[in-house]
């Protein structure tokens, strides 16, 4: 009748009443029904002895520790309603409205926005803020925002924290690499911001403004062939070149510091 197989003969014959279509042992006391004597024998007991184990949270009672605990995790599957001042939990409003009156009956809170309820007001002022849409506790140093004073303590240590990524197109430094990388990408697009008195770029505004400023410092370091004038060395250098033109025309006036440049202008003559 099935693929069941064995090589004991009892096993063989117990497995037989499986197959049997009716069960016509019956219990006395209830709607159990087997096909085997033993079985029978066995379910018995449990009318016999007293149902002492009962659960607190539904009229569950049984005489077998192992049926309670396998139990007791439906009610852990399904916990809607926990209480805040004990173990207690329940998916029953009404059941958990009655358990916090063992508490304290004088001094029960309870939210009217959602099913929380609890007898310590520092508690429930906390739960309060949960339901606030306005995050008015903010951090003076970035945009963080929130709506807990302990989650702006532990926000602030991030500002105390040694900023390691620092990066070296401007004064912007964190400690977290992922900012890091995404302020990076700003240096990489284009930089349409340009000085109009050295080459210094940048898609920053107030970047640029504040490189503005070096210009408008007392230029000390002088060209010595015309009238240029700047704070930065280098610059100076680079303005130099001008006029060391090496390179001339000998069809022309034509000078240049670049031989490159001379090559392209002599090319002009050919044509």
Do not use: W
Request: proline share 0%; hydrophobic share 25%; with cysteine.
């Amino acid at each position: 009748q099935c693929d069941y197989a064995t090589n004991n003969k009892s096993h063989f014959k117990q497995h037989l009443l499986t197959h049997k279509t009716t069960k016509d042992i019956k219990c006395d006391h209830c709607d159990y029904a087997t096909t085997n004597k033993s079985c029978l024998k066995r379910h018995l007991l449990t009318h016999k002895l007293s149902k002492d184990i009962k659960c607190v949270q539904c009229d569950y009672a049984t005489n077998n520790n192992s049926n309670y605990k396998s139990h007791l995790l439906l009610h852990k599957s399904f916990k809607d309603f926990n209480c805040a001042q004990c173990d207690y939990a329940t998916n029953y409003k009404s059941l958990f409205k009655s358990h916090l009156l063992t508490h304290n009956a004088s001094s029960v809170f309870i939210c009217g926005h959602c099913d929380y309820a609890t007898n310590k007001k520092p508690a429930f002022k906390y739960h309060q803020l949960t339901h606030k849409t306005t995050k008015d506790i903010e951090c003076n140093h970035c945009d963080f925002a929130t709506t807990h004073k302990s989650r702006l303590t532990s926000h602030m240590l991030s500002h105390k924290l040694s900023k390691d990524f620092k990066c070296v197109e401007c004064d912007y430094a964190t400690n977290y690499i992922s900012n890091f990388k995404t302020h990076l990408l700003s240096h990489k697009a284009s930089k349409d911001l340009k000085c109009t008195q050295c080459d210094y770029a940048t898609n920053d505004k107030s970047h640029l403004k504040r490189h503005l400023l070096t210009h408008k410092e007392l230029k000390d370091i002088k060209c010595d062939h015309c009238d240029y004038a700047t704070t930065n060395k280098s610059y100076l250098k680079k303005h130099l070149l001008s006029h060391n033109k090496e390179f001339k025309c000998v069809q022309c006036d034509y000078a240049t510091n670049s031989k490159l440049l001379l090559e392209r202008h002599q090319f002009k003559h050919k044509n």
